[in-house]
């Protein structure tokens, strides 16, 4: 089992920055691919980003590219998001999910996830 837990959610103004973390416990971190996903109101999960076991290899949803960056410090058991130039649209439950080695941006192929943190961002 691997337990996740992610804070550093909260309320912004429109072009502000929040950083996400999630921490994770219970097997070998560096083992595990980790995602971040989110969902607003009335619609359906969907990826934002995701880092591979091994440290540099990322992905992005296209919305959020150039304006997002994943990281982990394995040493932490931590995954990070930082968020950048947020807009309102991006007001959201923002989920932190993990699968053995290679990252996916398919939801349905994650077998850990967390409880989730909102993200607000108002206009």
């Known amino acids: 089992q691997v337990q996740l837990v992610e804070s550093g959610g909260g309320s912004v103004q429109a072009g502000g920055s929040l950083r996400l973390s999630c921490a994770a416990s219970?097997?070998?971190?560096?083992?595990?691919?980790m995602g971040w996903f989110r969902q607003a109101p009335g619609k359906e999960r969907e990826f934002v980003a995701a880092?591979?076991?091994?440290?540099?290899?990322?992905a992005y949803a296209g919305s959020v590219k150039g304006r997002f960056t994943i990281s982990r410090d394995n040493a932490k058991n931590t995954v990070y998001l930082q968020m950048n130039s947020l807009k309102p649209e991006e007001t959201a439950v923002y989920y932190c999910?993990?699968?053995?080695?290679?990252?996916?941006?398919?939801?349905?192929?994650?077998?850990?996830w967390g409880q989730g943190t909102q993200v607000t961002v108002s206009s």
């Open positions: 999910a993990a699968r053995l080695f290679q990252y996916s941006d398919d939801d349905r192929e994650y077998d850990y």
């Open positions: 219970g097997r070998t971190f560096s083992n595990y691919a």
């Open positions: 880092s591979s076991s091994r440290v540099g290899n990322t």
